[in-house]
């Protein structure tokens, strides 16, 4: 498999774009005629960057409005694509791409553009070039890839071929099946992108809300399986116009470029094993069949006050690490692990961030097989030296920079509890609240960082995603999305911040970068849990009584019963599947909190009641720029 990017979709300038491009294992790429007039070097030079990077140029790109155009306009095309050809040769492109035309005065007739691409495949033959033709999804005749490949057809001239662009034929809701019958020979580049399902102008859609494949909601496994049907082996290529994108990180988008083509590739090679699509062949998505543990690092004083926070919610201290400065808390299934060591990982996450949870652990069916995955897809492998006689647990990198670790049933990783640590007699004032297994964990990103992050997960774990949805904070808006297992057991709520006045941004901007913001708990009996945290010395986030009488009238819910609610400072939801209690903890720090929450075949997570918790956790929270306490 020959893998490709267009510059346009990667930041930077030209240089900053190919350098990226090529550390991420790119075989090509596009250049956009854009980014080479805006770049100071002659199209020769640009020629040997790209060469000197171990790249070919797949295409060179757009020339518009070029067929079906009536007297003197037509002449002057040719004139122009003359111009063209003369900037390929110099740059050593000989794909060029002619996007179908939209000019209001191109006249249409699938014979006079099949006329016209035979004269323009006449021209390139001569220069040794090829022209690749493109349906866009708003050409004003022609749209749709079928009748792009009956004017190549008609064209019959070995100079012409068709490229074919994911976007242009999902976005139009096109039979993708029609594809297989294309002869390979005569499909001269494949284009891929994927968007979320926006009901808008396909223009505006296309140019500014594309995304890598595996990133939004269009079928684009189905398209590539149909490409790949015809047995055509040459570049797959994505052409992503994303605002977002523009101002990111030029390194990671290259990098979850080549991610998302590997994971594509290996869903098309999985779905059709026949194919000639030659991709490598990678260990299965890892089943997640729970998160084993939650890692805080933390020191000094600061760890005696975790420590009190965690006594308060029920957790019992019942193991300390056999050579290391590092505590085992535990409530039913849950286990939350205290890192105060000088040295090491946890120390420097430490200081960068504080007090926080920088790492958990996922229970898996093959650790080491995840690892082998999540290397191939380019992530990060994470390594520390163990001490004595500890056991070596398999990790990752995350894209924010936290670790994940992978446990499985192998008989080391079964037995960590007993090898690395010492059990000790649990605090008998202690009050057991009930928790009983991680509800979910929830990380806060910068928003441009949330489609990577999602990405991440999905090409590396047997997860779905759901639906993006927007938190209203009193301070702006936070887009939410969720990956989770099928079973429920693993559930993660990634929540993009792209103001520093939401609570989010407060946390990224303050807690210096990504990281867990807050785990939620289950309960069984959230009014005995609250009890039992009361118990403990608990104080839960404090409600306004406006949300309660609301509810009540909302939901129709039963005066006694709301107010039982405000008694204990849970919010409420309902949505066909059930029923849904929410409990907070105030803010820790910068905006950690906790939750527990008690699902009555509810699938959601609350997000109506975001606003009313945020507003009421902001109550607690140090202003920007105050000195911490």
Known sequence: MKTSIATVTVSGDLGQKLAA?????????????????VFDKSPAEVGRIVRDHGLEISLFQPFRDFEGMPEPYRGRTFDRAERKFDVMQELGADLVLVCSNVSPIALGGIDRAAADFRELGER?????????????????????????????RRAD???????????HTLARRLDTNSIRSIPKDRIFLVQLADAPLIDMDLLYWSRHY????????????????????????????????NDQFRGGSTRSIAVDGKRSLLYLADRVKRAEPDVALSAPVLPDRSAVKGIAFVEFSTSGGKQDELAVMLGQLGFAKVARHRTKDVDLYQQGDIRLIVNAEKHGFASTAYHVHGTSAYAFGL???????????AVALGAERFEQAPGPGEVTI????EPGGGVCYLLDGSEALSRLWDIDFVGIAPEPERIDAGLRHFDHIAQTV???????????????????????????????????????????TFRVTLNGAENHRTLAGHFIAESFGSSIQHLAFSTDDIFATAAALAGNGFTPLEIFRNYYDDIEARFGLDPEFAERLRRANVLYD????????????????????????????????????????IAAQKRHIRPMGMPRG
Do not use: C
């Open 124 to 152: 390139a033959a001569r220069r040794g070039l090829r022209v690749g033709y493109e349906a866009l999804a708003w050409g004003r005749h022609i749209n749709d890839h079928r009748d792009a490949w009956e004017i190549v």
């Open 210 to 241: 594309r995304n890598m494949p595996g990133e939004g909601d269009l079928p684009v496994t189905d398209f590539t399986r149909a490409v790949a049907a015809t047995g055509y082996d040459g570049y797959l290529s994505l052409e992503i116009f």
């Open 446 to 488: 910068r928003y441009d960082d949330l489609l990577t992050t999602i990405l991440f997960h999905t090409t590396l774990f047997d997860v779905r995603k759901t639906p993006m949805v927007d938190i209203v904070d009193p301070g702006g808006i936070v887009r939410s999305q969720v990956v989770e297992n099928a079973e429920g």
């Open 574 to 613: 309902r949505d066909d599947s059930g029923e849904y209690f929410q409990l907070y903890s105030p803010i820790y720090g910068e905006g950690f909190f906790f939750e527990i929450v008690e699902r009555r075949g509810y699938k959601g997570y609350g997000a109506p009641n975001a606003i009313f918790r």
């Open 21 to 37: 491009i090529a550390a991420a294992g790119f075989d090509g790429v596009e250049i956009f005629e854009n980014d080479l007039l």
């Open 157 to 167: 001239h070995a100079n012409v071929g068709l490229i074919l662009d994911s976007f």
């Open 363 to 373: 229970t898996v069916d093959d650790a080491n097989g995840t690892v082998e995955r």
């Open 394 to 397: 398999p990790a990752i990198r």
